[in-house]
């Protein structure tokens, strides 16, 4: 059984992302599209006073090809 992941805002996970080159390109409403240099493209839900579900949350770094361990690593120090 792997570790729990941290829960998280929307706001700290794309600084997480930006800090792995991902830089945001358009804002709708409340969804924030994030792109990398190698064209990954992953859309980031920042709701005020709201953690991201861990399912969500999950889709959205294996869409940006994080992996579990650097995510955890970040967060955990």
Do not use: C, W
Request: no cysteine.
């Amino acid at each position: 059984m792997s570790p729990r992941l941290p829960r998280v805002s929307g706001e700290e996970l794309l600084r997480f992302l930006q800090d792995r080159g991902f830089a945001v390109v358009r804002v709708k409403g409340s969804h924030h599209v994030l792109r990398n240099a190698a064209g990954k493209i992953v859309v980031v839900p920042v709701h005020r006073g709201e953690t991201l579900g861990i399912g969500l949350l999950r889709k959205i770094l294996r869409e940006a090809g994080v992996s579990l361990t650097d995510y955890q690593s970040y967060f955990l120090g």
